[in-house]
């Protein structure tokens, strides 16, 4: 079947690590992976009673969710002599789920089954000798961009100082699918019980099997449980996604997760003047998808995945979401439309998305440069000091028009359209109050948003194709009275207001004067939606994970 066209805008000891520059950029000169590293053999017992090899593998974060080859040998002495080889292929899971995933590295514990005969063999003294590889190819051409590889020989612990046991792989399923597998194998008994909470799908544990089946009417990633004396274990699973799908984004700050480093750490608000989008030439710092975290006039340094394993922007959300691993994200913080139309200074990226044959394209584009210059307090319109809204909305339309948005979205988006056979996917801005614009209300902030939503998805329309599709967030709760812009259909205390509030602590805090009007939040706790360390503006992952989870699944 053919693929849909969619477009969402080391050796021994140690280990060998070769990194090819990201495509877009220039060679990195940090925030390398770490190398893989082979840990010591382990000896467990399966249902059957017989001996299992156990390898511990550390790999670097940014092969989760992808295919490894690992060769396992059980040689006589030293490598003097092979008994039996194995290769395995597995997909790899790194864990638990994390939004923001702030890890490095995560290890995998590759499970080889012997017969008697080799179990006996093993018992003997037979060393096991490991060859472990991970390639980070992100565009499946060939060219890694990452590769690394460790070799290690050792004699298998047979008496238990710590529990090892196998990893689950990532599983790919359709939906209502049921699976079975073997439950993972241990150095000592671990009375495996399943934690029913974690999952979407049907998950139980039979005769040493673990049994999973995917819901009828979902798709999207699921999560398996395992408790165990003494360990637990997780399980990643994709339900009803297609495979080898091809993901590219652009855009702005909002699409790059700016605020975020790409190891997935917030950026404190004391670094804020060092992160803010130079005046020309953005080298995209401090954002999720960047290994720059320091702004200023130069070169966009990628991140080697383009921050798909930290799991911070919607797009690598949305990606992350379904299984997606051919996935790069050029948005650029501090971009505007006509940055990336026809004759601007990043067409060329708009020109490489094109021509890498995307199935998704993910973007969000248009608040630059007034929306950004009004919430960041670095100008204010002439219309600041207007009373009533319908003036106010006029003096936002006439700053629309002198900055050209109308015609650089439909450049931008026409340009995508000729130029791929995919769906395009705009997502709309979120609702933020910064608690550093003091020149405008709550209500005046709701409204010059709402209008430049109301353009995007103008802009669309125009172009009348059904590949370009409009995608608006979730409402993002200010926690007082919005209306007539947003309804106040909410009472928390005595007034009515928008929600829970889902603005950042520095807002919250302000916000704390309407005593008797202010409803704070988010309902339920968890994080707010926005992060605090830009004065309240960005989505934090938790908002950006809300923003995701209204793109459609890919079909």
Known sequence: MARARLLVLAL?????????????????????????????????????????????????????????????????????????????????????????????????????????????????????????????????????????????????????????????????????????????????????????????????????????????????????????EGTR????????????????????????????????????????????????????????NSLNEESKEGPVEYAVDYGLSNRVSWAAQWASEYGVTNYKNFAISGSEPKNWAPEGEFHFLTKRIESEDPDYVLLTLGANPLLSDVLFGLRNMECAVESELAEFEACVRAEFAKVGLRQNLRAVYADLLANTRATIFVMQYHLSIPWSALAYSSTEIALMGKLLNLEIDSVAAELGSSRLQVVAPPHFNVGIDVSPVYPADYTCRLYPVDGPSVQSTGTQDELEGHVLSFCSGPAGGGEPWVINGDTGIHPSAAGYLQMASQVPAPS
């Open 12 to 228: 021994t000891a140690g280990s060998l690590l070769i990194a090819a520059p990201a495509a877009g950029s220039r060679p990195a000169t940090g925030g390398l992976p770490q190398g893989v590293s082979v840990g010591h053999p382990a000896v467990g017992a399966s249902a059957n009673g017989l001996a299992s090899i156990l390898v511990p593998v550390e790999y670097p974060i940014q092969l989760a969710g992808r295919v490894v080859k690992t060769r396992v040998s059980l040689v006589e002495g030293r490598g003097e002599r092979m008994i039996h080889t194995w290769l395995l292929h597995e997909r790899l899971t790194d864990g638990e789920v994390r939004r923001p995933n702030r890890r490095s590295h995560f290890t995998f514990v590759h499970k080889v089954g012997l017969n008697e005969k080799l179990g006996r063999r093993l018992r003997q003294g037979a060393w096991v000798q490991v060859f472990a590889s991970g390639v980070l190819d992100v565009d499946a051409d060939g060219k890694p961009e990452v590769r690394s590889v460790d070799v290690s020989t050792a004699r298998a612990s047979k008496t238990p100082h710590q529990m090892v046991c196998s990893s689950i792989p990532h599983l790919r399923v359709k939906r209502g699918a049921r699976v079975s597998l073997p439950l993972p194998v241990c150095n000592r008994d671990p009375d495996w019980l399943v934690s029913l909470s974690q999952s979407r799908g049907s998950v139980r544990v039979r005769k040493g099997r673990l049994i999973y089946k995917a819901p009828q009417r979902f798709r999207g990633g699921d999560q398996i449980k395992l408790l165990g």
């Open 233 to 288: 274990q997780y399980a990643r699973v994709t339900v009803g996604a297609p495979t080898g799908l091809v993901v590219r984004a652009l855009g702005d700050s909002v699409t790059a997760g700016f605020g975020y480093y790409s190891s997935g750490r917030q950026m404190p608000f004391e670094n804020l003047l060092d992160c803010r989008p130079a005046a020309v030439k953005f080298n995209d710092a401090c954002s999720s």
